[in-house]
Each structure stands twice: as C-alpha cells, then as structure tokens.
C-alpha cells in the first residue's frame, strides 16, 4: 500500500474520529454528567463487544485496513505487534492504559510509582555499569541468564516496567517510560560512565533513554539496540504522529461515551475495561506506546544486534531504518538463532561476547 495512500485512509479515519467526537460532546452537554467513578443505580458491567473494539466504528474500520495496517489481525506481522491485533475478544483491538478505568492503583508503594524499576541483575564490580530495557511484556527475566555470560567486574540491571506487579497503571508512551528511568539510572550512577541496551521494543525504549541522557551531559557508552528495527515512525513520522492523534482521540472518544451512557442512566459501556487483568493490560498499554512513539533525531553511535531473519531487510538498509533516527556511526552485528531464542544457549553466550567487546571499544573511545 503507498504511502500517500496510508495518509489518506489515517485522515480519514482522523475525520471520521472527529465527526462522532464533536456528535457526543453535543450530546453530553444536554445532559448534566454525574460523577464517572459513581455507577449508575442497580447497573451491572455489560460484557466486552464481540471482537473488541476492532467492530465498533470508528475503530472497525482501523483494525481492518490492509497490510501492514490491517491484515485480518490489526498489525500481525510487524513486531513487536503481532500478538496485538490477533488477540483473542476482548483483547483484540483494544485501546491501551489511558482508557476509563485505567487510573493508577493504589499499590504497595503507594500511587505515584516510586518505586524504582531497576532490579540488579549481577552486582559489584568496578566496571561501567549496563542498563537493559524491558521488552513489551515487561519483564527482565529473560536478562537474567545473560547477565551471567557477561564478562566479570560489571554491574547489571534490569529496567521493568510499571504495572508489572505493583499495582500501577501502566505507561503507554514511550517518553514517559525514558524519564521515569532515565531519573533511576541517575540516582543509581550520579557520574561515571554508564551502557544501555534493549530488547525489541525495549530496544526503542532505549534508544529513548539514551538520547534523553545525552542531552542531560550523561551519553552512554553503548546504545545497544537488540533484535529489533528502527519504529515505523523514523521512516514516515508523518504515521507515528496520525497514530499518536487518533489514540488520543479514541480515548477523549471512549471517556465521553462513558459520561454520555451514565448521564442517560445508562449502563457504562467501558465498565468491562476494569476487569482486564493486570498483565494485559501492560501488553496494551505497551502495544499502544509502541503506535504513539516518534523518535527524536540524535548522533548517538548505535550497535545493532540482528538475528538471521531480519537479513533479508539489510540488503535494503544495513541500518535497519535507524539512519533515519541518529547520525552517528551505526554497526550491526550478526548472531545465530533467532528473534525469540536470542537468551537462549548457546546464542546468549554469542550475544554477551559481542556486548563485552562492544561496551569496551566504546569506553576506549
């Protein structure tokens, strides 16, 4: 599908967002709108559309655009977003953590999400320290294994994500997630030098981080970005900021639904949103972040770490689109496996060998 062609059907779809927005702000202001946290009387939570939100318009006609937009499974097919678009209802098509219901919970460590997300994986050591993101589903058990294989004498930590297990909402945008752990790499390493890395959509999460603490005067050694290509976004930004418009309408959307249905005395329409379990819900808060993301343009120097099947695309672009993301000096190193087995034996021994020689070539300058 040309790319002219994408915008058309995004602005359209936009237009159409905007059509019923302006229809219910209409509706809802002949009404006097009660509390949204008070449930009408004697209301029970209706059970989730049929299919998710993906057959609801305007949202139907979204999830049913062609490839790559579409496809019969939302963005089956582009990682990290093929488990999204195929999930089963009511999962299928569903908005992510900034929808009714989605505020922060109360947790263990209270409702601002102080508690840090790193998680030391190895400690001690003189070393330069490294930093690994998370991936989409959140968690750094995968890293545990290869902070093993890394060379002795070099702290490593996990970045996880909120939501995780600690009761709190989840974050669906990217930049939120560079400054909340940007700030707990800062006060775990207030000086010195320091190395990040990620994984898949971590790999963006990143790459964020690291453009954020350049900034800061705090640029990372290595900006390790594992198994993954630069977002779609870098190569037409023009989609990541239509996708970033239209998440934020559809949320604006389904909260005026809300206050429109309780107002007419009506069951909540979202009310089935709260019953999703936590772990879902970071999945699509995440998915969702991934949709909104637009990289901010640096010269960090990036070290690209592919598996076998995404070779075909080097032949197009060694860079993996991300030369349209960071001028500096950009390498790929090749490993065996594959996407999913990368922190698996024996590959994890190969990916930790050319992270230690990486992280000294760069503290060598």
């Not at 202001?29 to 009387?41: F, H, L, R, T, V």
């Not at 930093?131 to 294994?145: N, Q």
Request: glycine share 14%; proline share 11%; charged share 20%.
């Amino acid at each position: 599908m040309a790319k002219d062609d994408v915008g058309d059907r995004i602005g359209q779809l936009d237009e159409d967002r905007r059509r019923l927005l302006e229809e219910l702000r209409r509706k809802a202001q002949k009404n006097a709108a009660p509390d949204p946290n008070e449930p009408a009387a004697g209301a029970a939570p209706p059970g989730p559309p049929p299919g998710g939100f993906g057959s609801v318009p305007p949202f139907g006609g979204f999830w049913g655009m062609p490839p790559p937009f579409g496809g019969g499974g939302g963005f089956g097919g582009i990682p990290p977003f093929g488990w999204f678009g195929g999930m089963p209802p009511p999962f299928g098509g569903m908005p992510g953590a900034g929808m009714p219901g989605a505020s922060p919970a109360a947790g263990p460590h209270g409702g601002n999400g102080a508690e840090s997300p790193l998680q030391c994986l190895r400690p001690g050591g003189d070393g330069a320290p490294l930093y690994i993101v998370h991936a989409i589903f959140g968690s750094v058990f995968p890293y545990h294994k290869l902070a093993m294989h890394l060379a002795p004498g070099r702290p490593v930590f996990g970045i996880r994500a909120r939501g995780l297990e600690d009761g709190l909402a989840p974050r669906d945008d990217v930049r939120e997630m560079a400054e909340a752990y940007a700030q707990a790499i800062l006060a775990d390493r207030p000086k010195g030098a320091l190395h990040i890395a990620g994984y898949s959509f971590g790999a963006w999460v990143a790459y964020a981080i690291a453009e954020l603490l350049a900034r800061k005067g705090r640029r990372p050694g290595l900006c390790g970005m594992l198994g993954v290509s630069a977002p779609i976004s870098a190569v037409a930004p023009m989609v990541g900021q239509q996708m970033d418009a239209w998440v934020s309408g559809m949320m604006d959307s389904m909260k005026l639904m809300r206050n429109l249905a309780m107002s007419n005395g009506q069951q909540d329409p979202t009310a089935w949103f709260d019953q999703v379990p936590p772990f879902q819900r970071l999945l699509l808060a995440h998915n969702v972040a991934a949709l909104r993301y637009v990289p901010t343009q640096s010269d960090l120097p990036l070290d690209l770490l592919v598996t076998p099947e995404q070779e075909p695309f080097l032949s197009a672009d060694r860079t993996l689109g991300w030369s349209t993301v960071s001028t500096g000096e950009i390498r790929e190193h090749r490993l065996s496996g594959n996407h999913l087995a990368m922190f698996e034996e024996p590959q994890v021994a190969q990916l930790a060998e050319v992270l230690d020689a990486r992280m000294a070539a760069r503290e060598a300058g």
